[in-house]
C-alpha cells in the first residue's frame, strides 16, 4: 500500500504513538488530580458503612464502593483487604469462609464502631460535589477525545486525518469561544 507506515495503517507511525503515550500520561495526571485515591481512613470508613448495611466479601465491597460513587473511587484489592485483616484484628468484623470466599460480617463492637465512625458515607466526598464533577467531566472527556484522535492518527487514511485535525481545530475554536461569552 502506497504511503502506508510500517505498522500496517495509514497516518503518521511514530508521531500517532507518541501523542498516545502523551494521551496515557495525561490521563493518568487527571486520576491523580482528582482524587481517585481515597485515604485509608476513608477505606475504613467506606467498609464499615459497607458492612453495617449487610455482609459482604471483598470484591462485593469495591464493586459497591465504586457503583455508589459513581465510578468516582474504586479501591484497590491492596487497600481493601489489608484493612478487611485490620478490622478482623481489631474484633470489628469477622469472616466466614464458603465456597473459596470469605464473607465479612459485623461484631456489634463493630456495629458500635460503624455508627461512630460513619458520619456520611465516604464514597459521596469523591464526586457529588459541582466542583468535584467540574475538575473530572472535562478531563475526562478531552482524555477520550484526545485517544479517538490518536486512533485516527495511527489507523485513518491520510484524508480521514485530515478531516479529524480540521473537527479538532473546530472543537479548539469553540472551547475559546465558551470563555469568551458573558
Do not use: C
Request: a negative charge.
Amino acid at each position: 500500500m502506497a504511503g502506508s507506515n510500517t505498522s500496517g495503517g495509514y497516518g503518521y507511525g511514530n508521531a500517532a504513538e507518541g501523542m498516545w503515550q502523551a494521551m496515557e500520561q495525561m490521563r493518568s495526571s487527571f486520576e491523580k488530580r482528582t482524587g481517585s485515591r481515597m485515604g485509608r481512613g476513608d477505606v475504613r470508613a467506606a467498609v464499615l458503612a459497607l458492612l453495617a448495611e449487610q455482609s459482604m466479601h471483598g470484591y462485593q465491597i469495591i464493586h459497591e464502593i465504586e457503583e455508589r460513587s459513581g465510578g468516582n473511587w474504586k479501591p484497590s484489592a491492596g487497600s481493601v483487604y489489608p484493612t478487611l485483616q485490620l478490622l478482623a484484628d481489631e474484633g470489628l468484623i469477622t469472616a466466614e469462609e464458603s465456597n473459596g470466599r470469605k464473607t465479612y460480617t459485623l461484631t456489634d463492637t463493630g456495629r458500635e464502631a460503624a455508627a461512630d465512625a460513619v458520619a456520611s458515607a465516604p464514597w459521596e466526598t469523591t464526586g457529588s460535589s459541582d466542583n468535584s464533577k467540574r475538575y473530572t467531566a472535562l478531563p475526562k472527556a478531552g482524555v477520550d477525545l484526545a485517544q479517538a484522535a490518536a486512533q485516527v492518527g495511527r489507523s485513518g487514511s491520510p484524508e480521514q486525518v485530515k478531516e479529524a485535525v480540521t473537527v479538532l481545530e473546530e472543537a479548539r475554536r469553540r472551547l475559546y469561544s465558551i470563555l469568551a461569552q458573558d
